[in-house]
């Protein structure tokens, strides 16, 4: 099966190349979210643990 023939009944953008669903697009930025917020919770733990002993 064409990707063409696929998805020719989706809606498209306004240049029109096929996009993703709002709905689908709101998830993936919501886990980017999440993601950025435990990579900097992890990065500020890594930082607190190797803080010398005398500045904790």
């Known amino acids: ?5 696929r998805y020719k009944d989706e809606d498209t953008g306004s240049d029109g190349v096929n996009s993703l669903p709002k709905l689908e697009l709101s998830y993936s930025v919501g ?14 733990n890594l930082e607190i643990k ?3 002993p005398n500045l904790i």
């Open 1 to 5: 099966m064409l990707i063409e023939e």
């Open 50 to 52: 190797n803080l010398p």
């Open 31 to 44: 886990v980017c979210f999440f993601l950025l917020k435990q990579a900097k919770r992890a990065i500020i």
